[in-house]
């Protein structure tokens, strides 16, 4: 079967995550991604966290998926030149640099664009490449910081936190995969030919938590952490702990689910409460609502509390572990947790589910300079052109450091 995207040639400059993550999620769907790492710096992603059994870092397994690896000097003089090569017939370049990086080496966009003016090129930084702050110093919790993320999650009377995960990198990541098909969409349609997607890390955050500004500049109402209750008490629900020691997420995003949550929790007198109406007066008494949820979810077990909540159709789930998730019937069901023949290390798949064209996890990240000889070869260039390359620590091949 012929993936998707198996024509789409991607270079990817990236590092870390936000815009590897990018790169990653179109190489599930068959783009051909050239992965550039310097010969003598690999990426980090490669060393941070942990190991697998095999030594390699489980982060690079599934930040490394799927792409081919080529270990170049770039920003030398012949570097520059195989750099350009590659570009002249790519259809997309990541970078996620600090601003003014790419344009330092000489290869900012106007070159590339000379290059090959239908080149899309992805530019993930911390704050955009210009403003004020273009050249402040950035990573993912900065931009969980400056979007508001942190601010409105955690307990009224504790501190701002952060999530349990790199959020901001994650949503950039996705971010960018959907800003690199716009562009590409325009160039098919004709609107425009190559062009810049300009992703600063916090404004993912800022575009997918944009509740907040106008719930301040339109009803002038400012959001405040609340614990574990709903944001701004919107509709009755949160965290709660059954009487079994297990925790579960109620929720309701309706009126009608908002009843048949009260109904499950305190039958037709809670149900039929004028108080608790429509979701806009449940709101003013939404302590009442809380307190009587959490009055039923902490004196039944999960599967009471399940059982009567199916009974009345209204929502009530587990708080998954991440062993749980690993051997969760639904998930194993829909096959979102995958790998490759002779790898331990499992991995998420390829997401969404397509009908006709699903994605694939052909790899695991592979080695410094796996593909180094292969895409010079590809490139015209021979064994001997390869092996001076080497010599001068411009190029690394597989299994070998630089010299």
Known sequence: MTSPLHQLKIIELGHVIAGPLSTSLLSDFGADVIKIEAPNRT???????????????????????????????????????????????????????????????????????????????????????????RDVPAFGRAAEAMSGLAYLTGFPDGPPMHPGFPAADSTTGLMGALGIMIALFAREKGIARGQVVDLAVFEALLRLMDYPVPALTGANLSPRRNGLRQPMDFAPGGMFRTSDGVWLTVSAGSAETAQRLLRAVGGDSLADDPRFETLGEMSQHMAVVFDAINDFVTQHTAEEVTAVFARHDAVASRVLSVEEITTNEQIRHRGDIVSVEGEQTQVIGPIPHLSATPGELRWLGRSPGADSRSILNDLGLDDEQISDLCEAGLVRLEGKGTP
């Open 43 to 133: 990426d980090m992603m490669r060393d941070l966290g942990p190991r697998a059994g095999d030594g390699v870092g489980v982060w690079w397994k599934t930040l490394g998926r799927n792409k081919k690896i080529l270990s170049l000097d770039w920003k030398s003089g012949e570097g520059r030149d195989i750099l350009r090569r590659l570009v002249e017939s790519a259809d997309v370049l990541v970078e996620n640099f600090r601003p003014g990086v790419l344009e330092r080496a000489g290869v900012g966009p106007e070159t590339l664009h000379e290059w090959n003016p239908d080149l899309v090129i992805l530019r993930v930084s911390g704050y955009g490449q210009d403003g004020p702050m």
